[in-house]
């Protein structure tokens, strides 16, 4: 695998997009199309943008960072590997089902809530269990990554995914809402399929586990065995045979065995002078030599400690309790179906006064109301409080806090900065759009709606501006005034919006597969040809279903 394999990727997306505003003039769309000089970036330039990226974008750094945070601390808390082999044992034999479960649980999320970035909260989660239940990190990659690309690429209610494709085409979340079901469980059960058949293929071929997950998760296992050989008392030669037989390889700790049972019984019968036949000196110096053995070879390996019983459920609570908020206030609740209770308790949360002083507003502060949390404070700032209140219940003393949010900072920085810097494409495409030239050139070689061009369009238009609220708003006001067929509309949707989330597995603009690829140190090239079948299978199942559509 090749050293800094992933930013040499992010650097070289941004050089691609830098060298394209010195070929490509600028355009934009404003009632008419409107083609401007060269803009021919520059160094200073660049550098001028990465300022911009702290001001419109630090939430990207500040989500990853929680998120680390949480499991850095997380890791110090038996509970949480506790909790990861308990998971493991219950679904040993059963690992598939575990894995499809994981797929189907993000992809619904991500599908019904909109919860398209901040769901990596639980990558750290599922990529562990993946790891600890013996596949490799591809495979972990895929559940992650594939899950989340299948949930975008098939959104129902996630409004906040969808906002400004229907809102500038002018069509509601419900439109097509029989194709985009059907989208998201056809492209999950190809997901599972291709998943679940290279699993299969590389069971136990596992990389190093102990990265990814507490450190004792997996040493727990050793521990338990040696505690059961200690405890075992010798009350016969044969049991104690059998005890020794488990600590080292059959055939020669019993030869061993022998050899020292036989000049055990030589010196101690020369040494007594007993009258005793040799049958049952043998028999007593036998006994007692294995009974010393067995205890000698169980204390030089390990002293074992009463274990105090670890309650998992608090932690587990927790953990569900942050999953759901999340889900929960990404929802538009207020836009999809009309509900505004979340509005009223918010409100009279903040009314609420004890001596006239309201007491609860001033302890919130200004927080926005379920539906409208976003990843640039509230989402981080949930994750955190989350991550205080298990430290705070499990006693972790301060010290072992702060290791823990400093161990959580270390392995989330780089995948941060990546991720970050991914935001540097979309800020030089939003300040120089020279993409809508390229848009033009495809629609131009067919006159009226084609399926084939427009899926190209919206490929590109995905790579180029990384969020689909970007892509919405560079390309389809100017894809709208050439398809004034407002019918096709609801299909133009679903184009925008599930090719925007196939590409999402592949382009080398993807935040969350450049997030996870650094995190899993798994090579871009390495992932490619991976999961490149996938994506064949997911683009033509996408082709076809959009000339059905059309026809229909």
Known sequence: MKKHNILKVVLLSIL???????????????????????????????????????????????????????????????????????????????????????????????????????????????????????????????????????????????????YYINAILGIEVQSEMITKVILLVIALVLLIYNVLSYAKKIKNNTDKVLEFVPASASAERKDAKVTVVEEKKVDSPVKEKKDVKTTSSKKTTSKKNNTEEKKATTKSATKTGSKTSSKSTTKKSSTKTRAYDLKSKVETKVTVKPKKKVHTWPFV???????????????????????????????????????????????????????????????????????????????????????????????????????????????????????????????????????ITMTIVAMISSIFNVESIYVAQSTLPYVASVITDSTLYPLLGVIFQSIYGLMMLVAPTSVILIGVLSYLDVSYGQWLKHIWKLFLQLLIVLVVIFFIIFLI
């Open 16 to 162: 691609v997009v830098l060298l394209c505003t010195w070929i490509f003039p600028t355009a934009s769309y404003q009632y008419e199309f409107i083609v401007d000089e060269r803009a021919q970036l520059g160094i200073f330039d660049l550098f001028a943008y990465v300022v911009e990226l702290f001001r419109y974008f630090p939430y990207v750094i500040l989500m990853v960072l929680a998120t680390g945070i949480f499991y850095g601390v997380a890791y110090k808390i038996p509970a949480y590997r506790v909790m990861l082999d308990k998971i493991v044992k219950k679904f040993a034999g059963k690992e598939s089902v575990l894995l499809a479960i994981m797929m189907v649980l993000i992809a619904a999320i991500v599908s019904v809530s909109g919860l398209s970035f901040a769901i990596l909260f639980v990558f750290p989660f599922v990529i562990s269990i993946v790891l600890l239940m013996g596949y490799n990190k591809l495979v972990a990659a895929s559940v992650t990554v594939g899950s989340t690309i299948v949930g975008i690429l098939g959104t129902t209610l996630g409004s906040s995914t969808t």
């Open 317 to 451: 609570l927790v953990f569900d309790l942050v999953i759901i908020i999340l889900a929960i206030a990404s929802f538009d609740w207020v836009g999809v179906f009309n509900i505004d209770i979340f509005e009223q308790a918010l409100e009279a949360v903040r009314e609420f006064e004890i001596g006239g002083f309201p007491i609860f507003a001033k302890i919130l502060g200004n927080v926005n109301v379920f539906g409208e949390w976003s990843l640039n404070y509230e989402i981080p700032t949930l994750i955190i409080l989350a991550t205080c209140f298990l430290g705070f219940i499990y006693g972790l003393k301060f010290d072992e806090f702060l290791d823990g949010v400093v161990a959580g900072v270390k392995k989330a920085i780089r995948p941060a900065i990546f991720m970050f810097l991914v935001y540097l494409v979309l800020v030089i495409v939003t300040y120089n759009p020279f993409q809508l030239n390229i848009t033009k050139f495809f629609l131009d070689i067919t006159s009226g709606f084609n399926v």
